[in-house]
């Protein structure tokens, strides 16, 4: 068969997806969960949970299918959970948004981060500056574009930038500064100097701020700070979040984005000819989750830093090097000390030695940055404690 044109390609590249004969190969989720399934190892490469989420919320999304909420929503998204959203940023943030105007339901915030730059970037000559390692979307739909994807490093093992190098990659031709926070897959929380300092370049050389903030609930040490919050960032800032990780219903891919009106639509304009619309029955059963009580809020952070313990203490005892993490579902290991030179094939031997699936963080940046994350390997937490209890005594037989 001839070779196939589109830009399907320059997106597959820029995932990484393109093998050496020059045809698309799986992800490393794909490539992961399958090894899991054919060896029966726990499988902590992909982050979702093995739980349900809250009875309220599921109960909820029952009702709605029952009583025929079963038709497109509006292109917008349903008005409660319009109004659910901007009262949640409201309560937690003290944001005070226009529901019909400053918020835009998703298909998840994969959607959403894809609508928006799809949205803002002009052309080839224009730059989206992201930290690396970053969530393997963001390279491709930067791609998908056209435009180029600038890094800039996290450094192990606390996973903070050096501002200097942050402040060589914005110039007059970047776009979009891209924020995760907290980070997946590194687990890292931003300091609040970091932010002050992409606000203070996204002002002077005039480029746009997008956060992707979906892990926002599962901060383990005080609250998150959106930087839409932020003096000076509001005008210029789009902010990401979805139900999935707050609320175990990852499946449901309900996002949202939200920012100053005219910002929100274009995004609109982008959004409305993806999806259209998406999750009907789902849209009021997350407004039932975003009125929950701050102690189903506080619970899950708590529930999910004690996992995050469990499951660091074992890759300690297992001979693993271990970043603590400050939020998110993931733990990030060195396996150096255990004899690793190419995380990579560590991952892949990993389900038939011991039983566990991980995922490489080098799956997560760019070719020339490889060797500086060449070790480094990402659990997910988000998994019930009998589970990690489980992965744990099978993390120990690598040094029995």
Same mark, same amino acid.
């Given at each position: 068969m001839r070779e196939i044109p589109g830009a399907w390609r320059r997106t597959a590249m820029g995932a990484g997806l393109i093998s050496a004969d020059a045809s698309p190969r799986p992800t490393i989720f794909a490539e992961m969960s399958a090894l899991a399934a054919r060896t029966g190892a726990i499988n902590l490469g992909q982050g979702f949970p093995d739980e349900d989420g809250p009875r309220e919320v599921l109960d909820a999304a029952r009702e709605a299918i029952a009583n025929g909420v079963n038709q497109y929503p509006p292109g917008r998204g349903t008005p409660d959970l319009l109004l659910a959203i901007s009262e949640h940023q409201r309560r937690f943030y003290g944001l005070d948004l226009d529901p019909q105007r400053n918020v835009l339901v998703t298909a998840g915030a994969t959607e959403a981060l894809a609508a928006a730059l799809l949205a803002l970037i002009d052309g080839p000559e224009d730059e989206v500056v992201v930290f690396e390692p970053y969530y393997d979307s963001y390279a491709a739909v930067v791609a998908l574009t056209g435009a180029r994807l600038v890094t800039v490093p996290l450094r192990w093992p606390d996973f903070q930038p050096d501002l200097d190098q942050l402040r060589a990659a914005v110039t007059d031709r970047t776009r979009v500064i891209l924020v995760n926070d907290p980070h997946n897959p590194t687990g890292a929380v931003f300091s609040r100097e970091l932010q002050d300092e992409v606000i203070r370049l996204a002002d002077r050389h005039d480029a746009f701020i997008i956060t992707d903030e979906v892990y926002e609930?599962?901060?383990?040490?005080?609250?998150?700070?959106?930087?839409? @919050?932020?003096?000076?960032?509001w005008e210029r800032t789009l902010t990401i979040s979805s139900c999935g990780k707050t609320f175990s219903v990852t499946g449901w891919k309900i996002g949202w984005i939200t920012g100053p009106a005219v910002l929100v639509d274009a995004v609109l304009a982008v959004k409305q000819f993806l999806t259209y619309v998406n999750g009907a029955p789902f849209q009021p059963a997350i407004a039932t989750g975003l009125r929950m009580s701050d102690d189903f809020f506080r619970g899950i952070a708590? @529930?999910?830093r004690d996992k995050r313990d469990l499951l660091g203490a074992g890759l300690r005892s297992a001979g693993f090097e271990v970043s603590i993490a400050a939020g998110s579902y993931f733990t990030v290991a060195d396996a150096a000390p255990l004899g690793a030179t190419d995380a990579a094939d560590f991952c892949r031997a990993l389900p038939d030695r011991v039983g566990v699936v991980a995922i490489p963080l080098t799956a997560f940046v760019t070719t020339g940055r490889r060797a500086q994350y060449a070790t480094l390997v990402r659990f997910a937490a988000c998994k019930r404690v009998r589970v990690l209890e489980d992965a744990v005594l099978r993390l120990g037989a690598l040094t029995a």
């Amino acid at each position: 068969m001839r070779e196939i044109p589109g830009a399907w390609r320059r997106t597959a590249m820029g995932a990484g997806l393109i093998s050496a004969d020059a045809s698309p190969r799986p992800t490393i989720f794909a490539e992961m969960s399958a090894l899991a399934a054919r060896t029966g190892a726990i499988n902590l490469g992909q982050g979702f949970p093995d739980e349900d989420g809250p009875r309220e919320v599921l109960d909820a999304a029952r009702e709605a299918i029952a009583n025929g909420v079963n038709q497109y929503p509006p292109g917008r998204g349903t008005p409660d959970l319009l109004l659910a959203i901007s009262e949640h940023q409201r309560r937690f943030y003290g944001l005070d948004l226009d529901p019909q105007r400053n918020v835009l339901v998703t298909a998840g915030a994969t959607e959403a981060l894809a609508a928006a730059l799809l949205a803002l970037i002009d052309g080839p000559e224009d730059e989206v500056v992201v930290f690396e390692p970053y969530y393997d979307s963001y390279a491709a739909v930067v791609a998908l574009t056209g435009a180029r994807l600038v890094t800039v490093p996290l450094r192990w093992p606390d996973f903070q930038p050096d501002l200097d190098q942050l402040r060589a990659a914005v110039t007059d031709r970047t776009r979009v500064i891209l924020v995760n926070d907290p980070h997946n897959p590194t687990g890292a929380v931003f300091s609040r100097e970091l932010q002050d300092e992409v606000i203070r370049l996204a002002d002077r050389h005039d480029a746009f701020i997008i956060t992707d903030e979906v892990y926002e609930h599962l901060v383990f040490d005080g609250p998150h700070v959106p930087i839409a @919050t932020l003096p000076g960032a509001w005008e210029r800032t789009l902010t990401i979040s979805s139900c999935g990780k707050t609320f175990s219903v990852t499946g449901w891919k309900i996002g949202w984005i939200t920012g100053p009106a005219v910002l929100v639509d274009a995004v609109l304009a982008v959004k409305q000819f993806l999806t259209y619309v998406n999750g009907a029955p789902f849209q009021p059963a997350i407004a039932t989750g975003l009125r929950m009580s701050d102690d189903f809020f506080r619970g899950i952070a708590r @529930t999910l830093r004690d996992k995050r313990d469990l499951l660091g203490a074992g890759l300690r005892s297992a001979g693993f090097e271990v970043s603590i993490a400050a939020g998110s579902y993931f733990t990030v290991a060195d396996a150096a000390p255990l004899g690793a030179t190419d995380a990579a094939d560590f991952c892949r031997a990993l389900p038939d030695r011991v039983g566990v699936v991980a995922i490489p963080l080098t799956a997560f940046v760019t070719t020339g940055r490889r060797a500086q994350y060449a070790t480094l390997v990402r659990f997910a937490a988000c998994k019930r404690v009998r589970v990690l209890e489980d992965a744990v005594l099978r993390l120990g037989a690598l040094t029995a």
